[in-house]
């Protein structure tokens, strides 16, 4: 399935069992309004699975490119992040979803 901005411009492809309730699975990616490619990954039955790439906002710094990986729909393990500017990265480490461990900019 594919979903569209206002101007024509691929916001996300993915596949889906089920439109009703919507129940991905298999390999999805999603776009800037600018047709960049904003994040990719994968899903097994409706979760997050496996390794993402994906944005996340830092206030102060802002946008960064991020990359870990997914158990059953939760962040889990080491997920790096690399600042807009390349300049700075940081380290993140999850279990089960949520922050675990040291943190490292």
């Excluded at 990616?29 to 979760?47: Q, T």
């Excluded at 960064?64 to 997920?79: F, M, Q, V």
């Amino acid at each position: 399935m594919e979903d569209h901005y206002p101007t024509g411009i691929v916001q996300m492809s993915a596949y889906a069992t089920s439109l009703m309730p919507l129940v991905m699975d298999g390999p999805a990616r999603y776009y800037s309004s600018d047709g960049a490619l904003n994040a990719a990954g994968e899903y097994v039955k409706g979760e997050k699975e496996g390794e993402w790439q994906e944005p996340q906002m830092v206030p102060g710094y802002g946008w960064t490119d991020g990359s870990g990986r997914y158990i059953n729909g939760a962040k889990d393990g080491i997920w790096n992040y690399v600042y807009s500017n390349s300049l700075k990265s940081a380290n993140e480490f999850y279990q089960n979803g949520k922050k675990s461990g040291l943190y490292h900019q």
